[in-house]
DNA sequence: TCCGCGCGTATTTTT
DNA sequence: TACGCGCGGA
């Protein structure tokens, strides 16, 4: 068994205890995907068949990775595994056993911006404050009771909700939970919380479907358990419960989704649920060096709530931690693209070995200007995913839409794109007509001359035929035969290639790159059914991390993205940026003891993704909301255990700097006077120019935006001008014309 | 019904 | 900034 050697010896144990529940507590870098892997693959060695095997994790990457490393031991059996996400797990079950409650297999899922949609069309069909009732808001409150397993039933029953929503001014939440429960039914549609949500219910409440479960996975594991919620530990405990073989791994200082049902507790639960467990901690640390790991070790012993651990590391000492300052977030960009050229030269690596994670997608853009302009390559992970983007969501809703004519959210997005004279006057009338005659909206569409009449009719009649035709094409053909032809007779295709704008050109590119994606999911021979309701079923659980590997991609690239999506990664030299009290930690999380602690959990899951050198960086002032703001750095940084950070880089305000400084406050000073003018491009308007403020100019009126938008007192008196506050340093203040207009 | 404009407001993380 | 919404004219 030579997969056994080199592991240490609570790996080793963690690998072969395969019998009994069994709980890894396993430290940052500790070679956990290592163990996991091999424990799959030694039950398979064993003879254990790949069917009866479960393993969960939160990512899709993380699921797919275990694949390809468990392939390399065992060969082709990897894929008959039960690995996948909670939620695509779930709705596998779901698809197959969800008519138990009413459910049909071609089920839609919504994801998080079709769930406000409908929400938002509930609180305005109630007459409701819209203000009051943000979908965001009232999402949230749905989310949350549903992630503890509380149904809109027990919900409106119990007084204690009630009571908190009265205390927050909302008491109707529980209707809305309500209605937006029956409609989400109604559509034969599940959100991404009814995907665990339901399966509990299916469990409880149909012992024989529980019972097949049970029987078939003889092993579970659950990666990542940390991560898990209430919700997501009862099913795999039930799932567990015939065989007993259950193993779970995770790590507490890891866990940063409390903000979404997460709960350590399901740690201790686990425990209690399993007296007899065996626990085995891995705590030593390949990846980092010794300076990280203690760093890392110096600010997650802030924490009160914790598991003693002992993260070690046999590594070589390593260089020490560097902190940045500087003077504003564009400075900040730039020293952290001056430091990895630097570096590159010096040291001779690539660009993948280096990473730039912050606390919140905005803050990608400065260092992707700054990168580009020492032309460094480098990729965004996260943000508006693939998948999000409207091109996408609007041809895939027609797919939702011809598969499942009861998806209403898929309906309201499709049914007047492209524009065919049906608007929301129109929409609001179907909704009522089905109402009162109770029928479906389909119903009504199919008989539109009957049930609506008019102008309007003819259009709606029509669409329910293309529907029609694209059903028949679903039915008949792959999925890609089928999408192209739903593409092309929609008319989405068409429109969208005569938008011959940059962004409608990069639209259709997109919609290009989908149509490639269902291509070589149909092309796959490993997937057996090629129906474009098997692909949608792939896709619909997709998200930002699981973009579609583009070829920019696979080019050596430095990787830009957020600390959450870096979880599980790790890179040579990591940069930490925007280290400022009220960004990290957030200001929305230092309210109380547990949020900061959940965002010192994130900064260690931050330190611990570097392997060889870390650099913190912050800035004294950052654009935010269009206002320029003063900065204070984070607490965090003072945490860290001082002998890590040897050196402190500082940039000191020059003169010129201070000069700049007070010039710009006095700016400030006069905002008051501020008065709104309009502005037109001027005919010459060159956006590369650039001029000093010359001696003798002043500024006249000015207003805050992104930058300062100033009327100079000069030769030209008609000229305003736009002042980018990061390019000052100079002898001069630079004043970038980005803008250059003149008065209407 | 559609389109464009101007105003106000939002800004955390993601399966 | 940048996005969404509401309003008013075509």
């Known amino acids: 068994m030579e997969y056994l050697e080199g592991l240490n010896e609570p790996q080793r144990q963690a690998v072969i205890h395969t019998e009994g529940p069994l709980m890894i507590i396993a430290g940052a870098g500790s070679g956990k995907t290592r163990v996991l892997t091999y424990r799959i693959a030694h039950l398979i060695y064993h003879g254990v068949d790949p069917y009866q095997i479960l393993a969960l994790t939160f990512t899709n990457k993380a699921a797919n990775e275990m694949r390809e490393r468990i392939a390399k031991v065992v060969g082709h059996e990897a894929k ?32 998080t911006e079709d769930s406000k949609n409908l ?6 069909e109630l007459n409701l404050d819209d203000k009051l009732y943000k979908p965001a808001v009232v999402f949230s409150r749905i989310s949350g009771a549903k992630n503890r397993l509380i149904s809109y039933r027990e919900y409106n029953t119990n007084p204690i909700y009630r009571a908190d929503d009265e205390s927050y001014q909302r008491p109707e939440i529980g209707k809305i939970y309500q ?92 425990e209690r649920d399993y007296p007899n467990l065996k626990a085995i901690r891995l705590e030593q640390n390949y990846r980092s060096t010794k300076t990280i790991v203690q760093a890392a070790n110096s ?112 309906f309201r997005r499709i049914i007047n794109l492209p524009k065919r004279g049906v608007g929301d006057a129109t929409i609001a009338r179907i909704v009522v007509v089905a109402n009162e005659y109770k029928v479906s909206i389909w119903d009504v569409l199919c008989n539109a001359f009957k049930y609506i009449g008019g102008r309007v009719a003819l259009a709606l009649d029509t669409f329910a035929t293309l529907i029609k035709s694209f059903k028949m094409a679903i039915e008949q053909k792959n999925a890609y035969d089928a999408a192209m032809e739903i593409a ?173 400084k007070n010039f710009l406050n006095s700016l400030q000073a006069t905002t008051a006077q501020t008065q709104k003018t309009t502005y037109k491009p001027s005919p010459d308007f060159k956006p590369s120019d650039t001029t000093y403020l010359a001696p003798g100019m002043r500024v006249e009126h000015l207003k805050f935006g992104f930058g300062l938008v100033l009327e100079i007192q ?25 803008k250059l207009k003149v008065h209407g």
């Open 714 to 738: 000069g030769e030209d008196k008609e000229r305003k001008a736009r002042i980018q506050f990061d390019d000052f340093g100079e002898k001069t203040l630079l004043l970038s014309f980005a």
């Open 488 to 660: 092309k007779n929609s008319g989405l295709l068409k429109e969208l290639y005569e938008d011959k704008s940059i962004e409608g050109l990069a639209r259709y590119e997109n919609v290009q790159e989908l149509l490639n994606g269902i291509k070589e999911f149909v092309d796959n021979p490993e997937n057996t059914d090629k129906s474009l309701g098997a692909f949608l079923q792939e896709i619909s659980l997709l998200t930002n991390a699981d973009e579609p590997e583009s070829e920019e991609d696979n080019k050596d690239a430095i990787t830009l993205m957020t600390i959450h999506s870096a979880k599980g990664l790790e890179f040579k030299h990591v940069f930490v940026v925007g280290m400022e009290e009220d960004l990290f930690p957030s200001q929305m999380m230092i309210g109380s003891r547990a949020e900061l602690e959940e965002e010192r959990r994130l900064f260690y899951v931050a330190i611990t993704r570097a392997e060889e050198k870390l650099t913190l960086t912050y800035a004294t002032s950052r654009y935010r909301f269009g206002r320029i703001k003063d900065c204070e750095p984070s607490r965090f940084l003072d945490e860290i255990d001082p002998r890590c950070i040897k050196q402190k880089k500082t940039i000191l305000p020059s003169s010129d700097r201070v000069a700049v």
């Open 299 to 410: 600010v997650i012993a802030k924490n009160q709530a914790q598991l003693k651990k002992n993260v070690w590391t046999a590594n070589a000492e390593g260089e020490a931690i560097e902190l940045l300052k500087a003077a504003s977030d564009a400075e900040e960009a730039r020293m952290v693209a001056q430091s990895i050229f630097e570096e590159k030269m010096q040291k001779k690596r690539k660009n993948s070995d280096f990473a730039i994670l912050y606390r919140t997608n905005a803050q990608s853009r400065t260092f992707e200007e700054a990168l580009r302009k020492l032309n460094l390559r480098y990729k965004v992970v996260g943000g508006l995913s693939f998948y999000q983007r409207k091109e996408i969501k609007d041809l895939v809703a027609y797919f939702r839409f011809a598969l499942n004519q009861n998806d209403e959210e898929a």
């Open 80 to 111: 008959n595994i039960w690995m996948g996400t909670f939620h695509s797990i779930f709705a596998k079950i779901l698809r197959i056993d969800g008519h138990r409650l009413g459910y049909t297999r071609d089920f839609s899922i919504y994801d």
């Open 179 to 270: 209605i937006y429960q029956e409609r989400l039914f109604k559509a034969n549609a599940m959100d991404f919380d009814d995907l665990l949500f339901n399966t509990n219910v299916l469990f409880r409440d149909h012992l024989d479907v529980l019972n097949k479960y049970q029987h078939k996975f003889r092993y579970v594991m659950v990666d990542e358990f940390q991560d898990t919620n209430v919700s997501q530990y009862l099913i795999t405990r039930k799932l567990a419960a015939v065989h007993q073989n259950i193993a779970v791994v995770g790590d507490d200082a890891q866990s940063i989704y409390a903000f979404r049902g997460a709960d350590i507790q399901n740690i201790l639960n686990f």
């Open 119 to 124: 929400i938002k069309n509930i609180v305005k």
